[in-house]
Structure formats: C-alpha cells, structure tokens
T-cell receptor, first 113, second 119 residues
Framework: AQTVTQSQPEMSVQEAETVTLSCTYD???????LFWYKQPPSRQMILVIR??????QNATENRFSVNFQKAAKSFSLKISDSQLGDAAMYFC??????????FGKGTRLHILP | GAGVSQSPSNKVTEKGKDVELRCDPI?????LYWYRQSLGQGLEFLIY????????KSGLPSDRFSAERTGGSVSTLTIQRTQQEDSAVYLC?????????????????FGNGTRLTVT
C-alpha cells in the first residue's frame, strides 16, 4: 500500500523569504500523480500544484514550485517570496493508478511579519 | 450545484446512536472521496467511489462504518453505534475523471465538512 510522509509538523518563515516543505512517499507503482494542497483556517482545501510522475520537468505555479525526485520518492514544495496569505496547513497527496488519493499528515506553515 | 455540499454541517450525537452524513458532489463529477480529519490532524482516507462502485474500502475504520453512492451522485456515510473516538470532521471531495489513466481530470473539490461530536 502507498504511504505519504510529511516529517515537518510545523515550520516558520519570515515574510518575503523562501521555505521548502518536505514530502516523501512509498509506492511500487511507476505511474502516479502527486499534489500539494493548502488548507487555510477556513478549512477549505485548495490545490496548489500537481506533478505527473512520468514528467521529469518539475511543476511550477507562480511562487510555488516542486522538486520531484522520483528515484528518491521525494516531492518537496518550495514557496518563494512568502506572503502572509500563505499561512496554512499544507498537505502532500498521492494519487494511484486506480484513482485512490491519500494524504500526508500535513505541515503547518507560519509566516512571520 | 456550484460546489460540493455536505450536510449536516454540525452533528452532536450520543454514544451508541447511528448517524448519517450526506455528500452532494458537483454535477458530473465521477469520483467521490470521504476523508476524516481529527483536530489539527491530517486527512485520513476512508473510502472512494468511481460512479457507484467503491474500489477501495480499506480505509473504513471498522464494520460500524459504511458508505454508499446512488445514481452516480449523492453519497451517504453511515456510522452505527457511534463512539467518542468517531468525533472528527468528515470531509467529502469530488472530481471529474475521463476514462483512461491520463484522461482529463479536475482537482479535488472539497465540501466544508461535517463536524461530528459524540458525547
């Protein structure tokens, strides 16, 4: 069975600085999707970025980018120029070939003004 | 509807009672997922549906939990003989998936959840 691990329960970053959130996963599949979701205090989940495992190029969405290391089964999220609105819980997620989607336990990100 | 709708938004029940949680996904969304989130914790996978079928029920914590989906639309999560450890926020999400693994798809759209408190 697949697993997703986020080893950093909480992180803090100064406003305008860069922060990297870690995620590792375990799978025997070769083809899958990975995601980062954000959950602000409103509790509404928001997709931040997605990565297809068959694509070698790292996904980028504005200030958000990933470092996808398939062999190491690592999928970290980099947030550049951190803003106060980035404060939230961030979840790494894995979608298997049969469309099951599992999440890590999350990393709470604090932005320091 | 405009988004994923869950009802009730809050439910307080006595230990031992049965509860039903409802999820109304976005129209046309083929996949529907149920997750449980305890206070400040991650999302625990419970079950998901493709159409009316549930390919993976492995996340259901015990045989007190069951779920069904009818007409490829509304889903109900039922918890029988509730226990205090069942207290959590139950989140439903839906997405569109066209046939084929690399078919077009949409991100997960989440409802606002049902906060269940078992006293």
């Amino acid at each position: 069975a697949q697993t997703v691990t986020q080893s950093q329960p909480e992180m803090s970053v100064q406003e305008a600085e860069t922060v990297t959130l870690s995620c590792t996963y375990d799978t025997s599949e070769s083809d899958y999707y990975l995601f980062w979701y954000k959950q602000p205090p409103s509790r509404q989940m928001i997709l931040v970025i997605r990565q297809e495992a068959y694509k070698q190029q790292n996904a980028t969405e504005n200030r958000f980018s990933v470092n996808f290391q398939k062999a190491a089964k690592s999928f970290s999220l980099k947030i550049s120029d951190s803003q106060l609105g980035d404060a939230a819980m961030y979840f790494c997620a894995y979608r298997s070939r049969d469309d099951k989607i599992i999440f890590g336990k999350g990393t709470r990100l604090h932005i320091l003004p | 509807g405009a988004g994923v709708s869950q009802s009730p938004s809050n439910k307080v029940t006595e230990k031992g009672k049965d509860v039903e949680l409802r999820c109304d996904p976005i129209s046309g969304h083929t996949a529907l997922y149920w997750y449980r989130q305890s206070l400040g914790q991650g999302l625990e996978f419970l079950i998901y549906f493709q159409g009316n079928s549930a390919p993976d029920k492995s996340g259901l914590p015990s045989d007190r939990f069951s779920a069904e989906r009818t007409g490829g639309s509304v889903s109900t999560l039922t918890i029988q003989r509730t226990q205090q450890e069942d207290s959590a926020v139950y989140l439903c999400a839906s997405s569109f998936r066209s046939p084929g693994y690399r078919g077009a798809d949409s991100p997960l759209h989440f409802g606002n959840g049902t906060r269940l408190t078992v006293t």
